[in-house]
């Protein structure tokens, strides 16, 4: 039985869509900041969504490091929940936090747009 996913094609497919990110989100943010006269506040955005790339590819990185099945020390992290409870914690606070932390600079940005 093989898998539905191979993880090594994963692993490389969530890394070049990480590196894309920040090159897109930058190229598409000075294309309409260019377009609508508006560069700084498309500008931020595009940086701020490619930087979720590379952010996601962190989490990425950590998660499959917590749910590893180590041989040597036979240590399965799928089978622990501790490691469900952890992950649950990490991700809702991450989520959070970065949530909190682009709506901040999304609604700077249009605030600064509305005042001119």
Known sequence: MHELI??????WAIALLAALALPAGLTCGAWLGWARGQMR????????????????????RYYRWMVR???????????????LFLNVLVF?????VVGLIYGRILRHGRESTNHR
């Open 41 to 60: 506040w498309y500008l931020t955005r595009g940086i701020a969504l490619g930087l979720l790339g590379p952010v996601v590819y962190a989490v990425w």
């Open 92 to 96: 809702v606070v991450f989520g959070a």
């Open 69 to 83: 099945i180590d041989p040597e020390t036979g240590y399965v992290g799928l089978h622990k929940s501790s490691v």
């Open 6 to 11: 191979d993880p090594a094609k994963l692993e």
